[in-house]
């Protein structure tokens, strides 16, 4: 719930969230949505799960649309990018959530397996970035995707962990390039977060050799200082953040928001 003393940040607003229709970027829909944003809801594939936020922004007196866009695919990026813009007449902030999970040993990574990772965590966020920024006013806020894992071993992770580290040098050199418009760029690096694709992740997170335990949430549990995961409204708060006035002066950097992983 969004406290009322915060409400509003982003009254008279329009934001894209790609990757919005569930998990972390559904929970970044709804704040920007109660702090009065208008919402473009970015989705891949499943519209009914978009179009359901949709109404649900919409009876709670937001106003949202839903843009179906693979952000590994250039042209619906900028499709995606063109409706929001034109549909609500201007766009001040992205919030770039869009990924896809990979685990691999190294033997097993083909250059199939390469394209598809970097095309959707890396290329998709890069270009999302290019389209968008035209569109961007000074004191625009784009807010990319990066993971804990980009800075922590994680068996078999190499090339997810390596599309997300490139995000956050993407972050850090644009905001160089962009700060002569008066855009700032971040990135959220979350820890492991209570969503549909964690759950069906997680278990590849423990190392084979305790693939075994049978108390799976515990032990993830253990590697936090704070002995739980995200729920995504707590992630989604830490984009709010870097999406308002309140991190002005913040830019080329990762937030990580990961309940103290160790």
Do not use: W
């Amino acid at each position: 719930m969004v406290s009322t003393t915060q409400q509003g940040r982003f009254a008279g607003k329009a934001a894209i969230v790609t990757g919005g229709s569930r998990g972390i970027g559904a929970a970044v829909a709804r704040r920007l949505a109660a702090e009065g944003a208008a919402v473009a809801i970015g989705y891949r594939g499943n519209q009914q799960a978009a179009d359901a936020l949709v109404a649900e922004l919409s009876t709670a007196g937001g106003r949202a649309i839903a843009v179906q866009a693979d952000v590994a695919e250039p042209a619906q990026i900028a499709a995606l990018i063109e409706r929001a813009a034109t549909e609500f007449g201007q766009l001040d902030v992205v919030a770039s959530c869009a990924g896809i999970e990979y685990f691999g040993a190294l033997e097993t990574i083909t250059p199939a397996d390469f394209d598809r990772v970097f095309a959707v965590n890396t290329r998709g966020q890069l270009l999302t970035v290019q389209y968008a920024t035209p569109h961007l006013p000074e004191g625009g806020r784009i807010v990319l995707t990066s993971s804990v894992s980009a800075s922590k071993a994680v068996f078999h992770h190499t090339l997810y962990a390596a599309s997300k580290a490139a995000v956050e040098s993407m972050v850090l050199n644009l905001s160089a390039e962009l700060g002569t418009r008066g855009i700032t760029i971040n990135a959220i690096a979350p820890g492991g977060t209570d969503t549909d694709m964690a759950a069906e992740a997680a278990p590849r997170y423990v190392h084979p050799d305790l693939s075994g335990t049978q108390d799976l949430p515990r032990l993830l549990g253990t590697l936090a200082a704070l002995r739980r995961f995200a729920r995504p409204e707590e992630v989604a708060a830490g984009y709010a953040f870097l999406a308002s006035d309140d991190a002005a002066y913040m830019t080329g950097r990762t937030l990580q928001l990961d309940g103290g992983t160790f």
